[in-house]
Protein backbone atom coordinates (compact mmCIF):
# COMPACT_ATOMS: atom_id res chain seq x y z
CA UNK A 1 0.00 0.00 0.00
CA UNK A 2 1.32 3.59 -0.92
CA UNK A 3 1.46 5.91 1.56
CA UNK A 4 -0.26 9.18 2.32
CA UNK A 5 2.45 11.99 1.94
CA UNK A 6 2.17 15.69 3.12
CA UNK A 7 4.35 17.69 0.91
CA UNK A 8 4.50 21.89 1.49
CA UNK A 9 6.18 23.15 -1.10
CA UNK A 10 6.84 26.32 0.44
CA UNK A 11 8.26 28.64 -2.67
CA UNK A 12 8.43 26.75 -5.75
CA UNK A 13 11.32 28.19 -6.73
CA UNK A 14 12.82 25.13 -4.74
CA UNK A 15 12.69 23.05 -7.15
CA UNK A 16 14.94 24.22 -10.18
CA UNK A 17 17.41 24.66 -7.22
CA UNK A 18 19.96 22.09 -6.17
CA UNK A 19 18.82 21.71 -2.51
CA UNK A 20 18.06 18.71 -0.20
CA UNK A 21 13.92 19.70 -0.89
CA UNK A 22 14.53 19.04 -4.22
CA UNK A 23 16.57 15.79 -4.33
CA UNK A 24 14.39 14.15 -1.30
CA UNK A 25 11.00 14.46 -3.77
CA UNK A 26 13.22 13.32 -6.62
CA UNK A 27 14.07 10.05 -3.74
CA UNK A 28 10.70 9.47 -2.76
CA UNK A 29 9.75 9.54 -6.32
CA UNK A 30 12.26 6.64 -7.30
CA UNK A 31 11.48 4.77 -3.87
CA UNK A 32 7.76 4.47 -4.16
CA UNK A 33 5.73 2.46 -6.51
CA UNK A 34 3.90 3.79 -9.00
CA UNK A 35 0.31 5.13 -7.97
CA UNK A 36 -2.64 4.62 -10.04
CA UNK A 37 -3.68 8.54 -9.02
CA UNK A 38 -2.49 11.25 -7.09
CA UNK A 39 -5.00 13.51 -4.84
CA UNK A 40 -3.69 16.86 -4.20
CA UNK A 41 -5.45 19.13 -1.68
CA UNK A 42 -5.64 22.61 -2.43
CA UNK A 43 -6.42 25.83 -0.61
CA UNK A 44 -5.83 27.92 -3.43
CA UNK A 45 -9.40 27.85 -5.21
CA UNK A 46 -11.29 31.15 -3.90
CA UNK A 47 -14.77 29.35 -3.79
CA UNK A 48 -17.92 29.21 -2.01
CA UNK A 49 -17.41 24.89 -3.12
CA UNK A 50 -15.02 22.77 -2.98
CA UNK A 51 -14.14 21.33 -6.30
CA UNK A 52 -12.14 18.17 -7.95
CA UNK A 53 -10.62 18.36 -11.09
CA UNK A 54 -12.12 16.12 -13.03
CA UNK A 55 -10.19 16.18 -16.20
CA UNK A 56 -8.26 13.42 -18.17
CA UNK A 57 -5.54 16.51 -19.10
CA UNK A 58 -5.61 19.39 -17.10
CA UNK A 59 -4.26 22.05 -17.44
CA UNK A 60 -0.94 23.71 -16.40
CA UNK A 61 -1.38 27.09 -14.31
CA UNK A 62 1.75 29.42 -14.44
CA UNK A 63 0.53 31.54 -11.95
CA UNK A 64 4.17 32.94 -10.78
CA UNK A 65 4.09 36.38 -9.98
CA UNK A 66 7.51 37.50 -8.68
CA UNK A 67 9.58 34.00 -9.11
CA UNK A 68 12.39 33.43 -11.73
CA UNK A 69 11.16 33.24 -15.32
CA UNK A 70 12.73 29.71 -15.26
CA UNK A 71 9.62 28.59 -13.48
CA UNK A 72 7.40 29.13 -16.48
CA UNK A 73 9.73 27.56 -18.88
CA UNK A 74 8.91 23.91 -17.10
CA UNK A 75 6.72 22.26 -19.02
CA UNK A 76 4.92 19.35 -16.80
CA UNK A 77 2.55 17.26 -18.88
CA UNK A 78 -0.40 16.06 -16.70
CA UNK A 79 -2.63 13.08 -16.64
CA UNK A 80 -5.64 13.27 -15.14
CA UNK A 81 -8.63 10.67 -14.33
CA UNK A 82 -11.40 11.71 -14.88
CA UNK A 83 -13.17 8.33 -13.91
CA UNK A 84 -11.42 8.70 -10.80
CA UNK A 85 -12.38 12.42 -9.87
CA UNK A 86 -16.06 11.33 -10.70
CA UNK A 87 -15.35 8.76 -7.86
CA UNK A 88 -14.27 10.93 -5.65
CA UNK A 89 -17.11 13.59 -6.09
CA UNK A 90 -19.86 10.69 -5.77
CA UNK A 91 -18.38 9.16 -2.83
CA UNK A 92 -17.51 12.60 -0.72
CA UNK A 93 -19.93 11.70 2.49
CA UNK A 94 -18.37 14.58 4.94
CA UNK A 95 -19.40 17.49 2.47
CA UNK A 96 -20.41 18.11 -1.44
CA UNK A 97 -17.65 17.85 -3.92
CA UNK A 98 -17.86 18.84 -7.26
CA UNK A 99 -16.25 17.99 -10.96
CA UNK A 100 -14.25 21.46 -11.71
CA UNK A 101 -11.96 22.33 -14.35
CA UNK A 102 -8.92 24.53 -12.58
CA UNK A 103 -6.19 22.82 -13.57
CA UNK A 104 -2.89 22.29 -11.32
CA UNK A 105 -1.03 25.42 -10.21
CA UNK A 106 2.76 25.76 -9.49
CA UNK A 107 2.48 24.40 -5.91
CA UNK A 108 0.94 21.70 -6.99
CA UNK A 109 2.76 21.22 -10.16
CA UNK A 110 6.00 21.43 -8.63
CA UNK A 111 5.88 18.69 -6.34
CA UNK A 112 4.72 16.11 -8.89
Given amino acids: MIPALFVDL ?4 KI ?17 PKP ?4 VVSAHWLTSEKYFT ?3 EPKIIYDLY ?11 PSYGSLGDGEI ?13 DWGLYHAEWAVL
Fill in 66 to 76: GFSDELCKIDY
Fill in 16 to 32: VMKNSYAESLVKVGEEL
Fill in 88 to 100: VTKTAKITLVRCG
Fill in 54 to 56: CKD
Fill in 36 to 39: KAVM
Fill in 10 to 13: GSPI
